[in-house]
């Protein structure tokens, strides 16, 4: 019987003990980064796989594993999301740490083979509001914390896109934005994709908010991988974005 009580007063000891005890820490990192990708209408097939493989690709660029390895930690948390309508988002690859060459290359791999999520309308400030509850999620810490929102069209579903920008910003949350510009208008709406103005202007009003906050223009679905290259080293080593830097060439 003593035994017993002993053994059951350890148990309770250990348990007040470990009660406590703080949790331990998240691991810290130079960034969270979300990236967002619309697969609404007005992205069909081909573009949709462009932009996944520019993404994959992107990541494991040599140009970005430098920007990585030169932070104080050397490494980023980054996860993926696919979004079309209001209620249309998908977490498609959850919160990842990437440290070097393998996990940027396993993350590709993993992006290049999961299917399509959606194809509803354009709803960017439904994007902004999910993302923004990905990082209360987020097993890692970061000072900073990014969304990166890429899009060929204007928001068309959902609340104010303005509104939802603002409320991510007042959160100390920074949005970039990727604009992928059309040649052609969509014949059953042009203004969407070709708005007054420009997409990219409709992007710098309305869209990206925060410290150094700043949009990447790809004039082409067949040049997004140059254009997301060029952002993610910009988001990453929170260097100025160059327009005129070479980001066809290396690797």
Request: aromatic share 6%; hydrophobic share 45%; proline share 4%.
């Amino acid at each position: 019987m003593a035994r017993l009580l002993g053994l059951l007063l350890a148990l309770v000891t250990l348990a007040m003990t470990g009660a406590a005890t703080p949790a331990r820490s998240s691991e810290q990192m130079d960034l969270l980064l979300v990236l967002a990708a619309d697969v609404s209408r007005s992205v069909d097939h081909l573009k949709h796989r462009l932009q996944r493989e520019g993404y994959a690709a992107a990541i494991s660029d040599k140009r970005v594993l430098d920007a990585i390895s030169s932070g104080r930690h050397r490494r980023i948390a980054v996860c993926y999301v696919e979004w079309s309508g209001v209620t249309a988002q998908r977490l498609l690859i959850d919160w990842t740490v990437i440290d070097g060459p393998d996990a940027a290359r396993k993350f590709g791999d993993s992006l290049i083979e999961l299917p399509r999520s959606f194809a509803e309308r354009t709803s960017i400030s439904g994007a902004i509001d999910f993302a923004v509850t990905l990082f209360d999620q987020a097993p890692f810490k970061a000072e900073r914390r990014t969304i990166d929102i890429s899009g060929d069209g204007t928001n068309n579903s959902g609340r104010d896109v303005a509104a939802a920008r603002d409320e991510a910003v007042a959160k100390g949350i920074t949005i970039n934005g990727l604009v992928i510009l059309s040649e052609r208008p969509l014949a059953w709406n042009p203004e969407h994709t070709n708005p007054p103005g420009g997409l990219e202007n409709y992007y710098r009003q309305n869209v990206i908010g925060g410290p150094g906050a700043f949009v990447v223009v790809a004039e082409n679905f067949n040049s997004f991988g140059q254009a997301i290259v060029k952002k993610l080293v910009a988001e990453i080593a929170l260097m100025a974005v160059d327009d005129n830097a070479d980001y066809d060439s290396g690797g």
